[in-house]
């Protein structure tokens, strides 16, 4: 194991549950982490390490669907595997919509698991290499000037070097300086490549950032 | 002087008859007188034997012979020769004549002289003897053949009063007014006969008071054998007499009062055998008292005490004192208990010589004992929860062994007839031939009592009305006399009859009377106490089945949860197991790791079997025992069965248990159903409620008590419903039961605790109960 081999998190408020799970895991040769609870997985400073949730569907207080949406909404896209007590169709369904990577039911099949926590692990690395993309595409972006920026977000919106100048209230021979810049900073080759760009870092017409 | 005197005076005799001599010599031979001088030799001989022997005497004789020869020879020559010659042998045949008559003379005189002699002696000796005598303090006189007395001693005089002065010529028997035994004449036989006698003789003293005398009487004989004297001895025995008199007196009346006394008594040889008994134990036993000498007294001891009473008799005669409790028959063959008590008697140099003993009958106490211990028994039986056939069954039996040779039985009440009940020695062709009776006046013996409320006594079956139907089924069986009593229950309601059969026609003694009034009263305390017993636990049986009911329902209410719950330590055992084998099958198996897991499969496992058997005890119908139990244990284990629950219904539990809560005494099955019905109550009322929390706590209170409160922030309930909740079959819940809050509170009731519910202020009802600290020690 490596420095950058993936670490399992398992958290599950039954030790019976998240201990058998847990040296299932490492008999595979995983790392694992576990947690009693959704909180005390929040509180935990999380590595930049391709990972997997292996996470209890029945959580006290914060149940698993409950730290699944918190998830989404901090942007945290760890890959969950979820296990449950009963087969519950309708939270299994909620879950698998939001992303789930499997709905397991207890006990655990062991390949099943491993199956699912290897296709986590993997989801997780594309995540994370698709991610590093935008967050290189961001640092480009960041380093445009306020002025550039906002000519950027016109061009890919489709406004003409003319209509940008309108809407700027500045020369159109500024907007075309500007409009150098963004190409250059941004390493578009073209409006296109700079739209898909602008895409990626969900930038459009009107947006703060 | 004197010796010169007492020798002339002696020397003046023969002197004389010297001179005599001379001179009748001189004058046989001088003078020529014609007679026969020298008869006058005849003085010589005479006085010389008065104080010469016999020998001296001849020779003085043969002298005259010879003096007068000689004078004849000298006066031949002178005178007539003839007459000379005459006149010398007249005088020779004198002198030879007397001699021997002086000779036999002194022989006579000097026989005489010698008894005289003696006499002196004998009488100085008898002087001796009877100042000797005077010595002694025994009372001792001398009387003579005729009675006379003749010797009267210091002991006499002390004895009769009489001095020797007064005494002495009186006759004996006049003085002394002698009382003899038996005939004087056999008296003096004997003594005569032997010499001697000896006896008691009563004689009036000096002062006229009469005295006992032991007197030995001893003939006193002469030399030639002849009886001379009565030498009588004797002591006066009246003091000891009199104490002899008194001891036999009180010998007798020793002897009077065994006989007679009301207990009885023994006496016994060191080895054991019995060697009198007194008059008590022949009447009492039928024995005679030659019969129960030595061992022959075992026969009529019970068979059943003879081993152990003999074999401790027998060990006892070590010299221990002897103490037993044995069975003897009676004349009339009926057993009575006594207190046999034995002391062993010692001469003085310890050896047991004898023993004496007692018999107390103590049957009326040991009756008295047996029936307190019988019904001391009963109560056990009653308190320690037997079925009520085998308690009147031992009522039965006690009474039996009471008042021997009765047949008890007991028939309960049943609306308004009798139904048997217990009757262990009455014959079962008899009991089932009667059956059922029916309670009224003329009914039946039984039916009768129960009818009235009185005793019914019937003295002889053959005669009595009230036996006419079962007369002779009741003679059949030799049954003839039946007194029926009545039981009353505390209400002084007749419960049962009780009924005291006998073979012989009989009316109750008192004795009988006062066992029968403890009996019934007995009987009276065990029916009631046993029917009210019965009847709680009917009650409390269908206490215990609608319990279940609702117990059943909830987990019914709870199998997702309960599975769920099951679910986690299999979730565990199956990835340990997984986990198990994938450290083993690796290349170089990890062993440690493989351990490791093994042991969290037996733990979870142990787990999986804990929930099910906390299920099953929940599920199961049987009561278990109260015990000693911790409440945050019991409530903790409720909520990990309802724990999937919440988490499904997205409900937040919170518990506040107190740290060193007191112990309480419970069931803890009955106790987590009330747990469980207020917990779901709780779940059931939020549901739909905007905030969705359960507070569980418990605490120590005042007064020994442990608290445990449940609130959740449900819909609440109206406040004029409150306490209709726990009327059985109220439900606010749309497919609730209606039992659950009634049931937990007849529960806490049972343990000695309360429920109560409360609208909080905000949302929701609080429920709280309290339930008894343990308590050490025996628990009710």
Known sequence: MSELDPIIAVVDDDPAVREGVCSLLRSAGLKTEIFASGKEFLAHPWADLPSCLVLDLQLPELTGLDLQKWMADANLEIPIVFITGHGDIPASVQAIKAGAVEFLTKPVDEQQLLRAIVEGVERDRATRGRHAQTRELRQRYDSLTAREQEVMRQVVSGLLNKQVAAELEITEFTVKVHRGNVMRKMQAASLADLVRMAEKLGIGPGAGR | MDAMNSFFKSAR????????????????????????????????????????SPSPVMLVAVGCVILTILSYLITRSSGPAVEGMVNTIIGIAAIALITPLVLKDQAGTHALRQARDRLQVEVEKKTQQALLLDQTHDSIFLRNMSGVITFWNRGAQE?????????????????????FPMPLKEIDGEVMRKGRWEGELIR??????QAVMASRWSLQRDHTGA?????????????????EEAAQQ???EIRDVLEKMPAIFFAASPDGAATFQNRAWTEYSGLSAEASLGNGWTVAVHPDDVERHVSKWLTCLGGKPFEDEVRHRSVNGEYRWFLTRGVPLRDEHGKIVKWYGLLTDIEDRKRAECLLAGEKRILEMVAKGDSLPE???ALCRLVEEQASGTLASILLVEGDRLRRAEAPSLPRSFTDAIGETAIGPLASCCGAAAYRGEQVIVEDVQIDPLWADYRDLALRHSLRACWSIPVFSSQRKVVATFAMYYREPRRPSSRDQELIEQITHLAGVAIERKQAEEERDRVSQLEADLAHMNRVSMMGDMTASIAHELNQPLAGVVSNGSACLRWLGRDSPNLEEARETARRIVRDGKRAGEIISRIRALASKTVTPKTRLDLNET??????????????????????FA?????VLGDRVQLQQVVLNIIMNGLDAMNGALSKRLFIATCNIDHGQVRVTVADTGTGIDPDKMEKVFDPFFSTKPHGMGMGLSISRSIIQSHGGRLWLTANDGPGVTTQFTIPQYQEGPVE
């Not at chain 2, 046989?28 to 030799?41: G, P």
């Not at chain 2, 001095?163 to 007014?177: F, H, I, N, R, T």
């Not at chain 2, 009036?204 to 008071?209: H, L, R, V």
């Open chain 2, 159 to 179: 004895l009769y009063g009489w001095s020797a002065e007064e005494a002495v010529g009186k006759v004996a028997e006049d003085l002394l007014q002698t009382v």
């Open chain 2, 250 to 252: 009180s010998d007798k």
């Open chain 2, 13 to 52: 005799l023969p002197i004389a008859t010297g001179v005599l001599a001379t001179a009748i010599f001189i004058a046989d031979t001088v003078t020529r007188i014609d007679i026969a001088v020298a008869v006058l030799y005849v003085v010589v001989v005479l006085l010389a034997a008065k104080f010469c």
């Open chain 2, 204 to 209: 009036t003293k000096k002062d006229g008071s």
């Open chain 2, 227 to 243: 009886a001379v004297a009565l030498l009588e001895t004797s002591n006066d025995i009246t003091d000891r007499k009199r104490v």
């Open chain 2, 659 to 663: 740290d060193g809560l007191d112990p």
């Open chain 2, 391 to 393: 308690i009147l069954d």
């Open chain 2, 635 to 656: 409530i903790g284990e409720v909520l990990a069965l309802v724990g999937d629950e919440t988490k499904r219904r997205s409900i937040a539990i919170r518990t506040e």
